[in-house]
């Protein structure tokens, strides 16, 4: 029977062993591949392999592989150029089972066994025992042939998984999330500029660091015991300060960093405490990889979260580490870093996706809080920040209370109001943008009725083993297009010939020389706005914002400035 696959000239399985150290580019040990139409096999020890790939990568050619951006990792380590065609059975494996308890995992061999096919026993423990092997660096003829002879079976198993999956695949959509995992692959393989001094200074004294941050900061709260952080003595401090915290069923205090965030936005005097809880376990459990050439590099973990987003580590992915830590990027001589995140785009996402034209007037004035307090008329059509500053903060907290499934309780904390205040506010939104909330209402219903749903291009979550948790179900369609908008704008920056260091969840790190900087931000936004109006539509083009950093500045998160320089200056004491 014919498959969609059926129209290339060729369908190569391939899989390469290497091995990296932490923040390195990766070093190829071998390569096996498959043509399947042709069963001709390749395989290459790491000498063998020359200045061009074995095989032809063009159009006419499919490439299938499990966590493509390792494979494709391997063809930039090697200079050679990217196939055009990607599926990667990795990432379908994860759409077809996204948001169930699958009850196996989604490794190559959880996979084979999801789809029904058989596994040998100790099939795992000989996998694991054969990626020790190829991070040894040096290996004799025996070794080498067990190698390449798992390699193989790694090309034979996806094989054997192709057919069994293909059923289930949109090809067109599958190659597009191919597409972006050879950008991820390039994001990888660029790695992003860091300070390598100041990074070994606080990774060599992060012990005196903690115990000096505390010794400075604490002394307004009293929490801390050594380097813990206390219950009874936070208890105390909540209890002589009068704030009113948000307790457990049980009437334990809430002591996660979403409860802290939410409190420190009420309570500012909790803001630098916050800080300093989140700063002392990332030191505690710092790892941050930096390679020889002075570049953060770690898995990016494309398509992880249910959304669909990268979910890297945060001990490893500076991005995922506390905003004064980004201050350690920085931008090599003649070179220059742009940020460039999309403006309110899980605002824009919604008034797309719905229809909702007052909601997108309200994006495109550039103030969607502003103008969303204007149209439900509780100010004047020529208010200002400046002259309606806390109504604004009031309707911006209820925009975000929405987006993030908030109630009423969550958002009177959020705003230092009444319960009373924070229902008016919400009703204000259901009464303003209606048709937003007809067809999110009917999103949640769809979504209940039919166990699942999915995103422009295809990405699904399903609903049939899990209680539905209908906030997370009204906030999918937001952020998991929201993610298919940035999938795409790596695509179309990438392609362009514009390096980019991360991806940062609705936002890119991009590189170039110093005297062409500008020229790539501006053609980046250009197509970050095309990437928005492909998958929301016609006509919807979010905007975005650029913030570019030039040796010898560093780059600065503005939320974590006031820590950084705490740091710094008990560094610069910890050095005397």
Not at 523 to 532: C, E, F, G, N, V
Request: charged letters at 25%; one cysteine or more.
């Amino acid at each position: 029977m014919k498959t969609e696959i059926d129209k290339f000239k060729e369908v190569w399985c391939f899989d390469f062993e290497f091995n990296a150290g932490p923040g390195e580019r990766p070093i190829v040990v071998c390569l096996v591949a498959k043509e399947l139409k042709t069963g001709i096999e390749i395989r290459l020890w790491r000498d063998q392999l020359t200045s061009k790939p074995p095989y032809p990568v063009g159009k006419d050619q499919l490439f299938v592989a499990y966590y493509a951006s390792a494979e494709v990792g391997c063809h930039l380590a090697l200079g050679w150029p990217v196939p055009v065609n990607l599926l990667d059975l990795y990432v379908e494996h994860r759409n077809n089972f996204n948001g169930l308890e699958n009850g196996t995992g989604f490794g190559l061999l959880d996979a084979m066994q999801s789809y029904g096919l058989s596994v040998d026993e100790g099939a795992q423990a000989h996998k694991d025992r054969m990626r020790m092997l190829a991070l040894q660096g040096h290996w004799d003829e025996t070794e080498r042939s067990e190698l390449v002879d798992y390699c193989a079976s790694d090309v034979y198993a996806l094989e054997r998984l192709l057919p069994s999956m293909l059923p289930n695949i949109h090809l067109q959509q599958a190659l597009l999330r191919g597409r972006y995992m050879v950008s991820l692959a390039k994001m990888e393989h660029a790695g992003i500029p860091m300070d390598v001094a100041l990074v070994a200074k606080i990774k060599s004294r992060r012990l005196l660091l903690q115990q000096q941050l505390i010794a400075v900061i604490d002394k307004d709260y009293g929490v801390y015991e050594g380097t813990t952080f206390k219950t009874g003595r936070f208890t105390n401090y909540i209890s002589r300060t009068g704030i009113s915290w948000p307790q457990s069923e049980s009437g334990k205090f809430l002591l996660d960093d979403d409860t802290f965030k939410l409190m420190a936005g009420r309570y500012p005097v909790l803001q630098p405490l916050r800080e300093l809880r989140k700063t002392v376990t990332q030191l505690r459990e710092l790892k941050l990889p930096v390679g020889a050439d002075g570049r953060n590099r770690c898995m990016l973990s494309a398509f992880k979260s249910k959304t669909g987003r990268n979910q890297p580590s945060n001990s490893q992915f500076i991005f995922g580490a506390c905003a004064w830590m980004r201050g350690m990027i920085k931008p090599n001589e003649g070179y220059a870093i742009a940020y460039i995140d999309y403006s309110q785009q899980e605002f824009g996402i919604a008034a797309a996706l719905s229809g909702d034209s007052l909601m997108w007037e309200a994006y495109q004035s550039g103030d969607p809080y502003l103008e969303f307090a204007k149209q439900a008329g509780a100010v004047p059509k020529d208010a200002t920040k400046q002259s309606h500053k806390a109504e604004r903060e009031q309707f911006k907290s209820c925009v975000l209370a929405v987006q993030y499934g908030m109630g009423a309780e969550s958002l009177a904390l959020r705003i230092g109001q009444s319960k009373a205040r924070a229902e008016e506010l919400l009703k204000l939104h259901r009464a303003t943008y209606k048709r937003y909330w007809e067809w999110s209402d009917g999103v949640v219903e769809h979504a209940l009725q039919k166990n699942r749903l999915w995103t422009v291009f295809g990405w699904y979550i399903r609903f049939y083993l899990t209680q539905p948790n209908t906030r997370s179900i009204a906030n999918f369609p937001m952020q998991a297009n929201g993610a298919e908008i940035l999938r795409l704008s790596c695509c179309l920056v990438s392609e362009a010939g514009i390096q980019i260091c991360a991806p940062i969840h609705d936002a890119i790190l991009i590189e170039s020389k110093d005297d062409q900087i500008e020229a790539d931000v501006e053609l980046a936004q250009h197509l970050m706005a095309d990437a928005s109006e492909l998958v929301l539509g016609k006509g919807y083009r979010l905007r975005s914002d650029a913030k570019i950093v030039r040796f010898p500045d560093r780059y600065m998160d503005e939320r974590g400035a006031d820590m950084f320089e705490k740091v710094f200056e008990l560094l610069n004491q910890i050095e005397d």
